[in-house]
């Protein structure tokens, strides 16, 4: 497809890697001549230096025949204003990233009236992702699928479960949970494992199942499943805030702690349930008297990766807390993952997920749709759910008869809201809405999972 990207920031350029992997004709916009050149010199796009709002640009662009605008600038008003001229002056589907909470809460009229095909708040999106996290606070990372019905956890394999030595068969025929061990992590190597592929302690094992299921499985190797109680959170900004008015509401008491007096006494009338303290998050004591010791969760999204790294390794060290660590930059993502630094958040990664799961979607939006998309395994893998309309080559056959792809699970069928994991005599049927799990990039229909003939 032909997709216009408007803003070569953090996201921009995340989204123009990945979307360039799936091999989609790209052309990026932004003011600042050396973000374009380095992405041109790494990508093969096309770049263009100037204002997206402007109508000689885009047309330059070739915004008549695109089929996406992605507007993803460091502006609001900017990145709306991009998406309705876009509108006006071709049939393109329009993506605004929109961060600012006055908007959030007139997201729909500004959808509607504006005619934008998809608005995405990445900070909005990472506080939901946060907040599933101290709900379940034993995995390291919770992605839902099937309007929750579903759901995808990433736990480390701990010596006091006595897991270490099984196969996955072993492990399901012991603990009889309905849940499918979709993905392991060890080292550098990445694992979608069969059967009899064989655990070993400290893996990083992701699972699949009902939060009901799930639960049950935890409980049987013995893991701590109830959300926590509190939460100090260091970093008032915009992701902090919409973190904790999302705690408050799930009743955890939250502690706030931010520098900007003015921001200060902003956050207090915004969230008047929130104990907010003026203060600086990396000192010491004030962390100690503010409760770091007997917190239940500690989560640090400061604008500097360094100090979020650093805060978490210290509260590692003094408390039980669960830590979630916001980190913008993956230059040294290698050295991040090794540290040890409970659930890392990436807010780019969560926005162009989402983004791509719209343009993959688009593609075919006849036989099945994506719904659902995230990367998973370090990045490693894709978990995808799709809506099957209709008869196809995957369609009422059983699973065991299915020649499918190298590297890939079908991980979950929902049937009319009823979920079921999958075994090999089990069928796909139009109406059903289907998880995969995979190596192979760039699924766009459900077809896509069989080997070529």
């Given at each position: 497809m032909?997709?216009?990207i ?7 350029s ?5 979307l ?7 052309t ?5 001549p ?5 992405l041109?010199e ?13 109508i ?13 605008l ?8 900017l990145?709306?204003?991009?998406c ?14 929109v961060r600012?909470p006055?908007y ?11 005619g934008?095909?998809m608005i995405?708040?990445p ?18 990372k ?16 701990l ?7 099984m196969t ?11 849940i ?20 070993q ?11 009901k299921?799930s ?14 109680k ?8 915009t992701?902090?805030?919409y973190?904790?008015?999302l705690?408050s509401?799930?009743?955890i008491?939250?502690?706030l ?17 929130v ?12 962390l ?25 390794l ?11 660590t916001k980190?913008n930059r ?12 409970g ?10 997920d989402?983004i ?8 075919n939006s006849v036989?099945?749709n ?58 796909i ?7 995969v ?7 766009n229909?459900?077809?896509d999972?069989l080997q070529?003939k």
């Open positions: 032909n997709i216009i408007i803003g070569c920031g953090k996201v921009g995340t989204l123009a890697e990945e360039c992997e799936e091999d989609h004709e790209l990026v916009i932004d003011k600042n050396q973000k374009i050149q380095e041109c790494n990508l093969d796009i096309m770049g263009i230096c100037g204002n997206g709002s402007s000689q640009v885009l047309s330059e662009a070739g915004v008549e025949e695109a089929d996406i992605i507007a993803v600038t460091g502006s609001d008003e990145n709306l204003l991009c309705l001229i876009a509108k006006k002056v071709s049939q393109c589907h329009t993506i605004a990233r600012n006055i959030n809460k007139e997201i729909h009229f500004i959808k509607k009236q504006l934008i095909s995405i708040n900070e909005s999106a990472a506080a939901m992702e946060i907040s599933r996290l101290l709900r379940f606070p034993s995995a390291i919770l992605d839902t699928f099937s309007k929750g019905r579903v759901e995808l956890l990433k736990f480390k394999l010596p006091e479960f006595k897991l270490g030595g996955v068969a072993q492990i399901m025929d012991r603990l009889r949970c309905d499918l061990v979709c993905g392991v992590e060890r080292g550098e190597q990445t694992f979608i494992p069969s059967g009899d592929f064989i655990l302690d400290l893996d990083l094992v992701s699972i699949i199942a009902s939060p299921n639960n049950q499985f935890f409980k049987k190797i013995g893991v701590h499943t109830h959300q926590v509190n939460a100090l959170i260091v970093g008032g900004g992701l902090g805030y973190l904790a008015a705690l509401d799930m009743k008491r939250v502690t702690i931010e520098s900007n007096r003015e921001r200060c006494e902003e956050l207090s009338e915004l969230l008047p349930s104990t907010v303290i003026c203060g600086d998050g990396t000192d010491k004591k004030l100690l008297e503010e409760g770091l010791t007997e917190a239940e969760s500690f989560v640090t999204l400061t604008n500097l990766d360094e100090e979020n790294i650093l805060l978490s210290f509260a590692k060290k003094i408390s039980h807390a669960k830590l979630i980190v993956i230059a040294f993502d290698d050295i991040v993952d090794g540290l040890d630094l659930s890392v958040i990436h807010p780019k990664y969560i926005t162009s989402y791509l799961q719209y343009v993959r979607a688009m593609k036989g099945s994506v719904e659902t998309l995230y990367h998973i395994l370090d990045g490693q893998a894709e978990a995808l759910e799709f809506a099957v309309r209709e008869k196809s080559a995957v369609t009422g056959i059983p699973l065991s008869e299915l020649k499918l792809k190298n590297n890939l699970l079908i991980a979950c069928i929902n049937r009319n809201g009823l979920i079921q994991i999958p075994r090999g005599h089990d069928t049927q139009p109406g059903d809405t289907v998880i799990v995979t190596t192979a990039k760039g699924l229909d459900l077809s999972i070529m």
